[in-house]
């Protein structure tokens, strides 16, 4: 999936669990965390492009990662501890989340185990970059405007967006 496509939807997802702007923020940038690992490992080898070949969609795109930092963030960071970390861990972690679910979509797919090639999970109903993906999104996008349909309604989007963002 392409980063837009990664970021609709986790922030899509900040949104719907009403977290505040600092876990917007964090979302917008877990939802493309696993490829930003993935990019910064393989660069530190000599034949990058190769080392990314072989590296990408493993351990960071495994649900199980994600899935613990959730908890972990519910656990020891709950939103009432702090205004910013809370949210932001639980942001970061949701965000990521929503990166290996959409990932899951493609033909590629996710590993249901960590650290191994084989067992793969995957919903062949997309592929990145193609006709099908644009459609998921405008189908995320159609998606979010039909749950916050009564705020839009009555506010109109900038407001929307302003009370989303608690501006
Ligand atoms: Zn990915």
């Not at 989340?97 to 650290?115: C, E, N, R, W």
């Amino acid at each position: 999936m392409r980063w837009t496509t990664h970021q609709v939807g986790a922030v899509g997802l900040a949104l719907i669990l009403k977290l505040p702007a600092a876990g917007i923020l964090a979302a917008a940038l877990g939802g493309i965390l696993p490829d930003l690992i993935d990019q910064r490992i393989a660069g530190c080898f000599h034949r990058r492009q190769q080392a990314f070949n072989r590296i990408h969609r493993g351990f960071t795109h495994w649900p199980g990662l994600w899935l613990g930092l959730l908890a972990l963030a519910l656990a020891l960071i709950p939103p009432q501890f702090s205004a910013i970390a809370g949210p932001f861990a639980l942001g970061l972690a949701a965000g990521g989340l929503s990166h290996v679910v959409l990932d899951m979509l493609t033909p590629q797919g996710i590993p249901l185990l960590p650290f191994t090639r084989r067992g793969r999970v995957s919903l062949k109903l997309c592929r990145t970059g193609g006709l099908g993906e644009w459609i998921f999104l405008a189908a995320m996008l159609a998606g979010l405007a039909f749950w916050f349909r009564e705020s839009l309604n009555d506010r109109g989007l900038a407001a929307t967006l302003k009370a989303m963002l608690g501006l």
